[in-house]
């Protein structure tokens, strides 16, 4: 069950805040980001029941607007560096971070590098955001990627010119390890340390190169990588093994924008795309069962593994490797109600899902099956 | 009529038209020669799509317009009645939850100008409301006899809200029956003339209890009022019985009227000529009724419940011309009473022009359009009047910075012009990033509007390339499959490599897969660089098979030959024979070729790469002449040895 809310800015980036894990809670504060408005802002939403005491009505009412500041460019990028601060990338090449005064109830700007990404005489959007705190690292249209310290005025580090084309999203594939997806539709992997200014490991597909938009690494299986590109397919790599993809499925028939593992639950994916959909997927590796008794099932798709799994034990390779193969079933669920203008920004988290759209709203799922 | 913040009273105007705003500035006077100012003012002409709670409707009805277009067109529009009252009803409840976070944002506002602004627009958006109800009851439900006067009855309830209000404050009083609002509430304002006659009857039982003597009266009224017939429509009695009851009853009231039962209390008097539908007595009490179209029905419910949809209009004129005092109606009344006489052109003619923008109406007659109720008279311009009307809300919407997104699914439904408005619009929105021109693209991808895809591609791309971005620029012009530009880019590599000696983006070049054929200098390049890893690699043969390729199947351009048979001397100077006999022929005639081809071109447009001297030129000739006779010979003597 979904609810909109119109909130008179399209949405760009959408974050819940995360809890502490102490707490087993369901998130209740998350942010968001606009862009192309002529005054863009990122504001802070809290959805939770404060009156209502009875557990099971799951989500209720609107989320509510906390505070909100205004943000210089479009929110490309949007991160929680920690419970107080925010990092946001900017199209003006800025990247800034915000801090949430919780007593106060208000957010200001606590720290911003101004032209981190630029040309050589114009402003460079950055594009993406990546942080673990305090390090914080960006990408933009200029092909750097820097790498920032949170309380740091200088940058730590500059990998100039690191593409020829822009980089559109960034991963940590390790503490030290970055992965970095371009518009020629080529995966980098950077190594840190090295302090060198050409990725370690190229991997991309062959045939059309595909411009890929996004990046999200399996959370227990850090071999296991998620893009998601201009045609909308998604693809599962396996950065050990060779450099082409290990399946690719048909998810969406136009831009995918996000692909986001879920972190404790990752049998489960989701990717929203610009064709206005939001698809939830499910893998299992019950092959033994018959599928007429594995229950109803939505809408499957049709997959291709690009290369067949050399030898090992089968049974300790992903499921998400397999793709929708005999070993291993795939379903996928649209969680939106109906066609919305294209969704940019998902985030989940425990039970709760928020996305942002084009249409001008924010859609939230407090009881996701996962 | 407002003057314009900025510019100097009594100054002289200039002015020029945009889509959406007008820029304003002032003029120099030439014969006072003083000088003016030197700003330019942005007048806006629709305030409205900049208020953030008025986005909010544009964006709801945005997504119940899409929802509408998509009903299939295959059922006989009388079962998809209860469809379009459905959507008809999602569009006003869009509206009055937008009315209400007005009203609230007016309560709350800080400055009086504000709260002004926004009761302003609270008062437009209850009149829209009012309209598109009488709309919607009037045409798209299009009610029968009988069923018609319930619905007019609801709509006037629903607009007339505050009687509840009242009520609730008389009721909570201590003694009700002796609050001061009392007979207003109970005797005319809502219950009486909103022929809500139940709750009537409740007031007046309290009344009664006060007043034990007129015991008998209250009585009675009380009888007359539970006994007046209200019109069943999912009920097994036909109109004409339902008439006929109710005849017997208004006769029954007027006998006890003319009986004076009733003459000793005023008020009991009042409610019972009420109830014949005495048009003084109404009239007496307009401030209660407050507008003509209330006094209309509560007319209608006791003079004539069974009107007809076409006696609606005769009703109409009258009321409000016994209504108002002044003669002069507002525009609220003039398109009420259009409505009423079922002229819906004239209503949405008359919306058009009252409002300031076209929201109203270009929603309000899609719907219509769908429940086939507009005739499709062609308008000079070639277009329906819903597409004329869509068109121009699309396009003002297409002004907005951020809801120019909606806009492209109304040009979508717009068959005629929609494509082109579409095709003009979409060029002029700014892209200031990349990912607003790839949804740009997506836009017209999808709309096969190839032109405008490569018009965007090649904006995207220049700005590439002069950033020094040219994986981005390649990027671009292979989105638009445009090999033109493809081949610019290769050039401007092939520059950077001559001018340096070494490739710049290698992670491009070596990775450029089947997107190599798109140009053929794309291709080139492709194959050079992986001439180079060759070598590199000390894959000679391999190498140098390469590189004649490049010459002999034209692959190359002419004006690279020189560098790459100067490539190819180290090749030559090798101690081991590289290049065959046949090899070494076929570069010699390259090498001729190319040198009478720069003697003939020496002046010409060919593009040369690498600029030198003509003493160099002879010099390397010459070196190279020398190394292929060498290769020559050494070739020959190799092949025509006997291994043994």
Redesign the interface.
């Given at each position: 069950m979904e609810s909109a809310k119109y909130v008179s800015q399209k949405v760009s980036k959408a974050r819940w805040r995360p809890v502490s894990s102490s707490f087993l809670q369901q998130p209740e504060i998350f942010a968001t980001g606009s862009w192309d408005n002529e005054e863009n802002k990122i504001s802070i939403w809290s959805v939770g029941n404060y009156e209502n005491s009875g557990l099971e009505d799951g989500f209720e009412g609107d989320p509510q607007l906390i505070c909100e500041n205004k943000h210089d460019g479009d929110v490309l990028g949007l991160q929680f560096l920690d419970q107080e601060r925010i990092v946001t990338a900017s199209s003006t090449g800025a990247v800034t971070i915000f801090r949430h005064h919780h007593n106060s109830q208000t957010i200001s700007v606590s720290q911003q590098w101004v032209k981190a990404h630029h040309y050589p005489c114009d402003n460079a959007p950055c594009t993406a955001v990546v942080c673990s705190s305090p390090e914080i690292i960006t990408v933009g249209e200029d092909g750097r990627i820097i790498v920032l310290r949170a309380d740091q005025d200088c940058m730590a580090q500059v990998i100039e010119n690191a593409d020829s084309s822009t980089i559109h999203a960034v991963t940590y594939l390790r503490t030290t390890e970055i992965l970095t997806v371009n518009s020629i539709g080529q995966i980098k992997l950077w190594d840190l340390r090295q302090q060198s200014n050409s990725a370690s490991q190229i991997l991309s597909l062959s045939g059309d190169r595909v411009p890929l938009y996004c990046i999200d690494r399996h959370p227990n299986q850090q071999h296991i990588v998620a893009t998601g590109g201009q045609d909308g397919m998604l693809c599962m790599w396996d950065v050990r093994q060779g450099s082409m993809p290990s399946s690719l499925m048909e998810a969406h028939s136009a831009e995918m924008w996000e692909v986001h593992f879920h972190p404790t639950n990752p049998d489960h994916l989701f990717t929203c795309s610009e064709d206005g959909s939001l698809l939830h997927w499910e893998t299992s590796s019950h092959s033994d069962m018959p599928s007429f008794l594995q229950g109803s099932r939505n809408s499957s798709v049709t997959s291709r593994s690009a290369m067949a799994l050399a030898g090992g034990n089968q049974s300790l390779i992903s499921a998400w490797l397999n793709g929708d193969s005999s070993k291993s079933r795939l379903e996928t669920t649209h969680m939106l109600p109906s066609q919305t203008l294209s969704v940019n920004s998902l985030d989940v988290l425990g039970q709760c899902l928020v996305c942002g759209t084009d249409g001008e709203a924010i859609f939230i799922n407090k009881q996701v099956p996962v | 009529m407002q003057n314009i913040s900025g510019i100097r009273p009594g100054k002289r105007m200039g002015f020029a038209w945009g889509p959406g705003d007008i820029l304003v500035y002032e003029t120099q006077n030439k014969a006072s020669g003083r000088r003016s100012c030197a700003f330019i003012h942005v007048v806006r002409k629709d305030e409205d799509i900049y208020s953030?709670?008025l986005?909010?409707l544009f964006?709801?009805s945005?997504?119940i317009f899409?929802?509408l277009q998509t009903i299939k067109d295959d059922l006989p529009s009388k079962s998809k009645k209860p469809q379009f009252v459905s959507i008809s009803r999602n569009y006003r409840s869009v509206i009055r939850a937008c009315m209400e976070e007005l009203q609230q944002a007016a309560v709350s506002a800080n400055d009086t100008d504000m709260a002004t602004q926004y009761g302003n627009q609270v008062s437009i958006l209850l009149a829209i409301e009012l309209i598109w109800n009488l709309c919607e009851v009037l045409f798209i439900d299009a009610a029968p006899a009988g069923s018609l006067l319930l619905h007019l009855l609801d709509w006037v309830r629903l607009h007339k809200s505050d009687v509840d209000e009242k009520a609730k404050g008389v009721l909570q009083s201590d003694s009700p029956a002796e609050h001061r609002d009392y007979w207003d509430v109970v005797c005319v304002l809502s219950y009486v003339l909103q022929g809500r006659l139940e709750d009537t009857r409740k007031m007046l039982m309290k009344q009664a209890m006060l007043q034990p003597a007129a015991k008998s009266m209250y009585k009675l009224m009380d009888s007359l009022l539970s006994k007046m017939p209200f019109y069943n429509p999912g009920g097994t009695q036909t109109l004409t019985e339902f008439d006929v009851k109710w005849r017997n009853w208004h006769e029954e009231v007027d006998r006890y009227l003319k009986d004076n039962s009733f003459a000793s209390n005023q008020h009991l008097e009042v409610i019972c000529k009420i109830l014949l539908g005495d048009e003084d007595v109404l009239l007496e009490h307009k401030e209660l009724l407050s507008t003509w179209y209330y006094f209309l029905i509560t007319r209608l419910l006791y003079c004539h419940p069974t009107v007809k949809p076409t006696e609606l209009h005769y009703y109409a004129q009258s009321s409000m011309m016994m209504f108002l005092d002044s003669g002069v109606p507002e525009p609220l009344d003039s398109i009420l009473l259009a409505a009423f006489e079922f002229d819906i052109h004239q209503v949405i003619k008359d919306c058009s022009i009252a409002l300031n923008n076209w929201w109203f109406v270009a929603h309000l007659t899609d719907l219509l359009d769908h429940c086939k109720l507009l005739q499709s008279h062609n308008l000079h311009f070639g277009s329906n009047l819903r597409e004329f009307l869509l068109l121009e809300y699309a396009s003002g919407l297409f002004t907005h910075?951020?809801l120019w997104?909606?806009a492209v699914d109304y040009f979508d439904h717009c068959p005629e012009f929609g494509r082109v408005y579409l095709e003009l619009q979409i060029e002029r929105v700014p892209l200031?990033?990349?990912?607003?021109a790839?949804?740009v693209l997506?836009i017209c991808e999808?709309r096969q509007m190839s032109e405008q895809v490569r018009s965007i591609c090649k904006i995207m791309a220049m700005r590439a390339v002069r950033?020094?971005?040219?994986?981005?620029a390649?990027?671009w012009s292979?989105r638009a499959k445009d090999a033109a530009f493809a081949t610019l880019i290769s050039e401007r590599f092939l520059q950077d490599y001559c001018a340096k000696g070494t490739f710049?983006?290698l992670?491009?070049i070596d990775?450029?897969?089947?997107?190599m054929l798109l140009s053929d200098r794309l291709t080139f390049l492709g194959k050079y660089r992986e001439f180079h890893k060759l070598y590199g690699e000390k894959c000679f043969s391999d190498a140098a098979k390469l590189l004649l390729s490049l010459m002999t199947a034209k692959i190359a351009p002419q004006s690279f030959w020189m560098t790459l048979l100067t490539d190819a001397l180290p090749l030559l100077e090798q101690k081991e024979v590289i290049f065959s006999a046949e090899q070494t022929y076929e570069l010699m005639y390259c090498l001729e070729e190319l040198t009478s081809s720069l003697i003939t071109a020496a002046s010409g447009s060919v593009i040369i790469y690498c600029r030198f001297h003509e003493d160099v030129e002879v010099t390397k000739v010459e070196m190279l002449r020398l190394a292929l006779a060498r290769n020559l010979a050494s070739a020959i003597v190799k092949e025509g040895t006997m291994q043994t």
């Open positions: - | 953030p709670i986005r909010k964006n709801e945005h997504h899409v929802g910075h951020s997104q909606c200031d990033t990349e990912r607003k790839l949804k997506r999808e950033n020094n971005r040219l994986g981005s390649l990027s292979i710049s983006d992670d491009l990775n450029l897969g089947s997107t």
